[in-house]
């Protein structure tokens, strides 16, 4: 049996610990504050298909294979959750003039597959859509992708580790502190820290913000399906809650600031309410910024850095996403069922 130390407790992190302690490995999480960073600011999208692009094949295919582990992966945290995993079931893309319907062209381009993100007449989509303003240049579905509440699904995560044996230390990791962790094998989910824990990785924070908003008992519903637009070049996304929506995300570089920024956020749910204005009635009860761990081609690192330490961190945008796949391949990497390296 193997002892293993995962550095990092956020969703990512958690994944990979529940995994390697359902294989029989002794597991302890290290992490002051365990999913106090982008696991807890995230929207939450289970998609592969919206977030492809040209060029990013590698992710493209990750993304893929996660997708169709999620169903299996909630239904089995599920037993361990405050409520539903899963807060909706597919998702509509919404675009107010020719350059954004464009840019619904290319991601269509990159999927390839018009039955798992193809057109949707404006008409059809605000049939999907109730409340959605009538001035849509082109639209678009995913039907298969889904979303989930991030906060529910890292605190079943903490709860299923816990039930398979997992043990925590609420403890800041420094670099200088990696050699000296206990464990057969050390295995890095860092999040945005990795950046300072593993330089050679080229990981960089990404800065982005989040709006969580409350319905109130006279307004329209949250919509069923994620809604997805891109409004003047730039995109916004209304993921449903059991009692409202999240809002997201704005995206720029940054260092280590996670001040929310007025200017960015207003922009935000400008967007936002352009292409759904009744959710200018709901209640604002939270804004959100977290850090991305961002590599230069957007794919995570999943590999072998080098006697007992391994990588499993930055996923950027797509923590979530691809959650079940990551603790799937660094169990198989590290427990060496499977040696395969992603970099």
């Known amino acids: 049996m193997k002892s293993v130390t995962v550095v990092g407790g956020g969703t990512v992190g958690l994944a990979v610990a529940w995994t390697v302690a359902r294989r029989g490995s002794t597991v302890t999480v290290v992490d002051p504050r365990p999913g106090s960073g982008a696991s807890w600011v995230a929207g939450g999208m289970i998609a592969p298909y919206s977030e492809a692009w040209p060029g990013e094949d590698e992710l493209y295919r990750l993304g893929v294979e996660s997708l169709g582990l999620w169903e299996g992966f ?11 995993l899963i807060t909706a079931r597919g998702a509509v893309h919404l675009a107010v003039d020719d350059g954004d319907a464009a840019e ?20 059809a989509a605000l049939r999907s859509v109730p409340g959605a303003a009538p001035r849509i240049r082109a639209a678009a579905h995913a039907p298969q992708e889904i979303a989930v509440d991030n906060r529910l699904v890292h605190g079943a995560l903490l709860a299923a580790c816990r039930a398979a044996g997992v043990s925590f230390r609420e403890e800041t990791v420094h670099a200088t502190d990696l050699d000296d962790l206990t464990g ?70 940054n260092d280590r600031d996670v001040a929310v920024r007025i200017g960015p956020v207003v922009e935000l749910l400008d967007d936002a309410f352009t292409v759904l204005p009744f959710l ?26 080098g006697g007992r330490l391994f990588g499993a961190t930055g996923h950027g945008r797509n923590g979530l996403l691809l959650a079940p796949v990551t603790g799937r391949r660094a169990a198989d990497m590290v427990l060496r069922q499977e040696v395969q390296a992603w970099n």
């Open 280 to 305: 200018r009635e709901y209640e604002l009860i939270e804004v959100n910024a977290g850090l991305r761990p961002t590599t230069t081609g957007n794919a995570p690192v999943i590999a072998h850095l």
């Open 104 to 123: 619904l062209e290319t991601v269509a381009a990159a999927v390839a597959d018009p039955a798992l993100f193809g057109p949707l007449r404006p008409s």
């Open 184 to 253: 057969d094998a050390v295995i890095l989910c860092a999040g945005a820290d990795s950046a300072t824990l593993a330089p050679e990785l080229g990981i960089r924070p990404v800065k982005g913000e989040v709006v969580r908003l409350r319905r109130g008992p006279t307004c329209l519903p949250p919509p069923t399906v994620t809604v997805r637009a891109r409004v003047r070049g730039r995109q916004v996304y209304v993921v449903p809650r059991a009692d409202g929506v999240v809002v997201g995300a704005t995206q720029y570089e």
């Open 74 to 84: 909630a239904r089995e945290l599920q037993a361990f959750a405050d409520g539903p």
